[in-house]
């Protein structure tokens, strides 16, 4: 794997993961509310 293909699946694993934290905070905040 060169490095720019990494570095794409990496953006790309980072983008979900923030999708999935602001879910996640969405989720806490209505539960607290």
């Not at 060169?2 to 934290?21: D, G, I, P, Q, S």
């Amino acid at each position: 794997m060169t490095v720019e293909e990494e570095v794409k699946m990496l953006e790309e694993y980072k983008e979900a993961l923030e999708k999935r934290l602001e879910k996640v905070n969405k989720r806490l905040q209505a539960l607290k509310r």
